[in-house]
């Protein structure tokens, strides 16, 4: 069975740091196209940083050069490291994987980012 959780998630001031985590079950990490998509009230969930496959790692415009993701496959664990993080990247981020036919989603980890 395929399940991702999410951790990491918290309030921070603005320009602060923040790591956030997805641990899946069901499936390895090293094997299927993952990422991290967030949500805010109001809007559509949109694309943060996904491994498409082969290191290929594609991130929105807004989070160039501050997020990175990484991964890490003996734990089973991917990350998003977020820097210098701003009002705007406010929202709840969830861990999204493509196994087989169909896409999993994580419960979501809520991020504040406010003075």
């Known amino acids: 069975q395929v399940k991702l959780v999410e951790s990491g998630g918290g309030l921070v001031q603005p320009g602060g740091s923040l790591k956030l985590s997805c641990a899946p079950s069901g499936f390895r990490v090293g094997y299927h196209a993952i990422g991290w998509f967030r949500q805010v009230p109001g809007k559509e969930r949109e694309p943060v940083a996904r491994?498409?496959?082969?290191?290929?790692?594609i991130y929105a415009d807004s989070v160039k050069g501050r997020f990175t993701f990484s991964g890490d496959n003996a734990k089973n664990t991917v990350y998003l490291h977020m820097n210098s993080l701003r009002p705007e990247d406010t929202g709840v981020y969830y861990c999204n994987a493509a196994v087989g036919l169909r896409l999993y989603w994580g419960q979501g980890t809520q991020v504040t980012v406010s003075s």
């Open positions: 491994n498409i496959g082969n290191q290929s790692i």
